[in-house]
């Protein structure tokens, strides 16, 4: 074992890994990929990753009645910046679009119910809904919990109960409005497949490597700071 798998080693006995930077999509993805979750359909109170940290945080409490109908978070080393807004751009026709500046979100359909968030999971990407929020590209990927008996056989998103993707863009359309605060300008242009989900996902990838750098240089950068 040479020194910088020791260091990899030691530090995965001493830390836990940044649910956002330190975890890999997994060597599958976008076929199959890890998710972090950050919410469950009973919460009532919205949770996200705070970044500097990697520790969940409230956010706000959910103001309106509705919830979340599924498992929702993001995909690990992810990034929604120029390559995620391009595809935006491309398939609407628009220009000036940005990516939001966030992990790609995930939302992960499950027959079973999780009782809490803060967990990762192996996760099945099946389509998503191309959502801007303010001129931001702020992609929905849609996946089914990996092995899940009810939703693990659906292969694409047209195969997925049409009622449950309403819920979906009714809690994505709503969710961000605040009572007493002008509408927000946030629009689903439309839902798409698997194939163009493994597309954003990959794009989102290479958004996070340019923003962040290789995720595989990082032990060899910190070698080289402990050896100064």
């Known amino acids: 074992m040479d020194r910088q798998d020791q260091l990899a080693k030691t530090f995965s006995l001493l830390f836990?890994?940044?649910?956002?930077?330190?975890?890999?999509?997994?060597?599958?993805?976008?076929?199959?990929?890890?998710?972090?979750?950050?919410?469950?359909?009973?919460?009532?109170?919205?949770?996200?990753?705070?970044?500097?940290?990697?520790?969940?945080?409230?956010d706000r409490p959910q103001r309106f009645s509705s919830l979340c109908p599924t498992l929702y978070g993001f995909i690990p080393q992810s990034y929604c910046g120029p390559?995620?807004?391009?595809?935006?751009?491309?398939?609407?026709?628009?220009?000036?679009?940005?990516?939001?500046?966030?992990?790609?979100?995930?939302?992960?359909?499950?027959?079973?119910?999780?009782?809490q968030g803060n967990i990762f999971l192996n996760a099945i990407p099946i389509g998503g809904l191309l959502m801007i929020d303010?001129?931001?590209?702020?992609?929905?990927?849609?996946?089914?919990?990996?092995g899940d008996v009810?939703?693990?056989?659906?292969?694409?998103?047209?195969?997925?109960?049409?009622?449950?993707?309403?819920?979906?863009?009714?809690y994505f359309l709503s969710y961000k409005q605040l009572p007493g605060e002008p509408p927000r300008v946030v629009e689903i242009t439309e839902g798409y497949g698997r194939k163009r989900a493994h597309e954003v996902i990959q794009a989102s990838v290479a958004d996070y490597k340019q923003s962040f750098g290789e995720p595989s240089d990082r032990l060899a950068q910190l070698q080289q700071l402990l050896r100064t």
């Open 16 to 58: 836990q890994a940044h649910p956002w930077h330190g975890v890999s999509p997994g060597e599958k993805s976008p076929d199959t990929l890890k998710a972090f979750i950050e919410i469950v359909p009973t919460d009532t109170v919205k949770y996200e990753i705070d970044k500097p940290s990697g520790h969940l945080k409230v």
């Open 83 to 115: 390559q995620v807004a391009a595809i935006c751009e491309r398939v609407t026709g628009r220009t000036g679009v940005k990516g939001d500046g966030d992990p790609l979100d995930i939302c992960v359909l499950s027959e079973r119910g999780i009782p």
């Open 134 to 146: 303010n001129n931001e590209a702020d992609d929905k990927i849609i996946a089914v919990l990996e």
């Open 150 to 170: 009810t939703f693990g056989a659906i292969k694409d998103l047209e195969q997925c109960p049409p009622a449950l993707i309403d819920r979906l863009k009714h």
